[in-house]
């Protein structure tokens, strides 16, 4: 079976500014059809990662790999498969979709006929005629997608693709990456909208103050924080206490009547008899997991970085 070469890979990717560490040692491999979460705090280093893999920031030491050739060393040949929006793109308002478009195929010395197939792709063709200062900020951020579409690229890298957005815009925007997704390209999703990561993107990566402190499957990384939801008629004062003093319990966060333990979900059984023994009346009992916010929050608060 032949091996793959990664899409992405980085190697003890590093970026100082004088003093400052803006991106320490950062070792990551994405694969072929990914659709990867690059998440953390402002400041965690996203934005400087994100550069140094497009070839616009050269790496302190370390190195960044597209297809397997170095950003630095062979920036064509790296970047030749890559579309990247990042940040607000400069568009002309007095121009329509189509003729932006244009400008930037005939920079790039692509054909106009992949304007059409684009414009499709992030279903603006009935507006492509249209200038761009009557756009809604969701048809903006589309055609941004668009322009970053352009030369047809196998790997993407979207930041902040939803921003701005009201939440029909931003549903639309994450059903054209789920599109483009099916497509099979790789794509590289920067948000801060958690929610919209968790269901996008299969893998994610967290940074804070440029380390990398959590990666991995996002089902897996949530299922470290799994434990049990349970829910008492009465006496829910007394059923913290009672499940604290179980050995298993690593602990207890009371809601109103509903509880979260921290406990192993094949002890659902144990704990509800361990309740009824008392004379308490569990009401519901079962797994409960934390959201990707939730785990987001808990590792960059809890990092002793």
Known sequence: MAHTVPVIQTDALTKRYGERVAV???????????????????????TTTIAMLLGLVRPSSGRAMLFGHDVQAAPVAALRHVG??????????????????????????????????????????????????????????RLAIAAALLPNPALMILDEPTNGLDPAGTAEIRALIRSLAADGRTIVLCSHMLHEVEQLCGRVAILKAGHLIAEGNVAALLRRDQGLRVRVEGGAEQAVRLI??????????????????????????????????????????????????????????????
Not at 84 to 100: T, V
Not at 276 to 304: C, R
């Open 24 to 46: 320490a040692g950062l070792s990551l491999q994405i694969e072929p059809g990914e659709v990867f979460g690059l998440l953390g705090p402002n400041g965690a280093g996203k």
């Open 84 to 141: 990247a929006m990042i940040e607000a793109p400069a568009f002309y308002p007095y121009l329509s979709a189509y003729d932006n478009l244009l400008v930037l195929a005939r920079a790039g010395g692509l054909p106009e006929a992949s304007i059409t197939t684009t414009l499709g792709a992030v279903e603006l063709s009935a507006r492509s005629r249209d200038k761009l200062r009557v756009y809604s900020q969701g048809m903006k951020q």
């Open 244 to 305: 604290r003093a179980l050995p298993w319990v690593a602990g207890v966060q009371q809601e109103g009547d509903v509880l979260l333990v921290d406990a192993p979900t094949a002890r659902a059984a144990e704990l509800n008899a361990h309740l009824a023994s008392a004379g308490l009346l569990v009401a519901e009992i079962g797994a409960h997991s934390a959201s990707l916010e939730d785990f987001f929050l808990d590792v960059t608060a809890s990092d002793s970085r």
